[in-house]
Structures are given as structure tokens and as C-alpha cells.
């Protein structure tokens, strides 16, 4: 199982970045998928994640209205579409494999720094 995360980047607050994550070294639709974050100095929390068949996703209440999950199945790709990002979204954002903390793999992460 590889997970392997794109996108991150240093923004601005109120700018936009989108994640990318590419599944491979399993069947990726036959999973549930979803995105964990780590901020310096805190313990992972799970962002929010979307059922196998992308026809049900869940964020958590602080970032509602401002981040969506989507999914491509065909190419084995998890998104994470991130607006309106504020300095508490400073983190490593990790795709995992699985829902909330029944997640079993996780990737390497890419950094999301949000600071004017």
C-alpha cells in the first residue's frame, strides 16, 4: 500500500490550496479514504473523509463550509479542495486509508503553512 500526498505549499490567510493524494498497491475503490492532519506540536486530527464510492463525505464542525473531500476512483485519487485557509490549518496533512481512527496506512505528508 502506497499513499503518496501533493499540493501543499506556504499560503496567505483566506487563500486556497488543493491537496492530492494517489493510491496504489491496492484496489483504491474498494476503500474508504480520508485525510488526518498533525500541527506542530499536537497529535493527529482527523479532517474528514469519504466513503468508497464518493457518495458520502464528513469534515470536522472547523473546517465545514470550507473544505471538501472529493474522490477519483478511476485514477486512484483522493482530493482535498481547501478554502478560505486560516494559520490554525498550519499542518502536515496525511491521506489515510480508512475512517477516523480505523485508518491502517497513512502517507509521508505534505505541509500546509497558512501565515501572512
Known amino acids: 500500500v502506497q499513499l503518496a500526498e501533493s499540493g501543499g505549499g506556504l499560503v496567505q490567510p483566506g487563500d486556497s490550496l488543493r491537496l492530492s493524494c494517489v493510491g496504489s498497491?491496492?484496489?483504491?475503490?474498494?476503500?474508504?479514504m480520508g485525510w488526518v492532519r498533525q500541527a506542530p506540536g499536537k497529535g493527529p486530527e482527523w479532517v474528514g473523509g469519504i466513503a468508497s464510492s464518493g457518495y458520502s463525505t464528513r469534515v470536522k464542525d472547523s473546517v465545514k463550509g470550507r473544505f471538501t473531500i472529493s474522490r477519483d476512483n478511476s485514477k486512484s485519487t483522493l482530493y482535498l479542495q481547501m478554502n478560505n485557509l486560516k494559520p490554525e490549518d498550519t499542518a502536515v496533512y496525511y491521506c489515510a486509508r480508512g475512517w477516523e481512527s480505523n485508518y491502517d496506512h497513512r502517507g509521508q505528508g505534505t505541509q500546509v503553512t497558512v501565515s501572512s
Open positions: 498497491g491496492f484496489t483504491f475503490g474498494s476503500y474508504d
